[in-house]
């Protein structure tokens, strides 16, 4: 079971953002797929998700290629936006309910599991409110809560910790190992490496339209002629100096 990505190359209105563009998230596995702002991130989750449409290249899910099956295809992911997402005339309640029409999950059990969700995220006092009584926050956690709830094989999540706090952040990584260990696959986007860097098991660098390298920390510290004592940030510091000196 794998999300895999090939020869990717894609973007919007016949510029390509994304060039061979190659990722391969295996079953039990995270992947954070980090990089300097425009280095193509947002773009590449909106291929996954199949809003935009490959110049080049395919991107299958557990054997289903999402141009041939994209029906099929979505409904074995769930995703976590970076901006929440939520319709204004629905409850938290209803929201909860959508997400069990949607993934056509066993009502019972799954309202046993979303409860458990909303304790932890301190929201189960919380049902009947409208989106517009939550802070951005409270808006971030309701979009946890139903994508964990989702029956997905992958979890796409981008930039989850805007906007948590400390608690509700551990809660998610937490969240995050135990999908692991259900063998989930995860893809995940965050610039707060030290909030992930002990939950993923590889990271992705996405740098010139590609996948410059992917590997484990200490790989890719070696790959930009860091030590294993620098800081994780200092990629972004040799990222930054490259585009200066290419640009």
């Known amino acids: 079971m794998t999300l895999k990505i090939n020869n990717l190359t894609g973007g ?13 998230v295996e079953k039990g596995k995270a992947v954070a797929l980090i990089g300097l702002n425009g280095a193509g991130k947002s773009t590449t989750i909106k ?3 199949g809003l935009l449409r490959p110049q ?6 557990d054997g289903i290629k999402l141009a041939q099956a994209p029906e099929a295809f979505k409904q074995k992911l769930a995703y976590i936006p970076e901006t929440p997402i939520l319709y204004p005339e629905l409850t938290l309640k209803e929201h909860i309910e959508l997400t ?18 909303l304790t932890k995220f301190r929201l189960d006092n919380k049902l009947d409110w409208l989106p517009i ?7 971030q956690k309701v979009m946890i809560v139903c994508a964990f709830l989702a029956a997905s094989d992958l979890l796409v999540i981008d930039e989850p910790f805007t906007g948590l706090d400390p608690l509700s952040a551990l809660t998610l990584i937490d969240l995050v190992q135990e999908a692991k260990n259900q063998g989930k696959m995860i893809l995940i986007t ?26 484990s920390l200490n790989e890719i510290k070696a790959h930009y002629g860091l030590s294993e004592q620098d800081s994780f940030d200092q990629i972004y510091r040799v990222l930054s100096r490259e585009q200066v000196q290419h640009g």
């Open 12 to 24: 919007y209105h016949g510029v390509s953002v994304l060039k061979d563009l190659n990722l391969t």
């Open 47 to 49: 291929h996954i998700l």
């Open 56 to 61: 080049r290249g395919y991107i299958e899910l």
């Open 133 to 139: 009584h939550f802070s951005k926050g409270m808006k």
């Open 190 to 215: 965050s610039h707060v490496l030290s909030e992930v860097q002990d939950t993923v098991d590889q990271f992705a660098v996405l740098n010139n339209r590609k996948i410059e390298v992917c590997g």
């Open 100 to 117: 069990i029409l949607a993934y056509h999950l066993d009502e019972a059990e799954t309202w046993k599991k979303a409860n458990d969700l």
